[in-house]
């Protein structure tokens, strides 16, 4: 976000804010995902309960890309990217 007076001053906001994104492309019998940041994809699939009723239950496809994450911190100090301040 600019300064509303001044263009070349940015606003802090914009300074912590992040994003995220997801795409699932389904061909023919197969599933690709891929996401950045927190955005979190789940397939469901229905099946039957103990009473014969039937229930989805959630399989997490992707891992969130968070700075408290280990693996991810390490990934993007590794690769000259910077983790400016946890929300």
Same mark, same amino acid.
């Given at each position: +976000?600019?300064?509303? @007076?001044?263009?070349?001053?940015?606003?802090?906001?914009?300074?912590?804010?992040?994003?995220?994104?997801?795409?699932?492309?389904?061909?023919?019998?197969?599933?690709?995902?891929?996401?950045?940041? @927190? #955005?979190?994809?789940?397939?469901?699939?229905?099946?039957?309960?103990?009473?014969?009723?039937? $229930?989805?239950?959630? $399989?997490? +496809? #992707?891992? @969130?890309?968070?700075?408290?994450?280990?693996?991810?911190?390490?990934?993007?100090?590794?690769?000259?990217?910077?983790?400016?301040?946890?929300?």
């Amino acid at each position: +976000l600019l300064h509303p @007076d001044n263009p070349k001053i940015v606003r802090s906001a914009a300074l912590t804010s992040g994003t995220t994104a997801a795409v699932i492309v389904v061909k023919n019998s197969t599933l690709f995902v891929a996401q950045a940041g @927190d #955005t979190r994809v789940v397939l469901g699939k229905l099946h039957k309960g103990e009473n014969g009723e039937r $229930r989805i239950r959630g $399989r997490r +496809l #992707t891992t @969130d890309h968070r700075f408290d994450n280990e693996k991810e911190r390490e990934m993007v100090l590794r690769t000259g990217g910077g983790i400016i301040r946890p929300r």
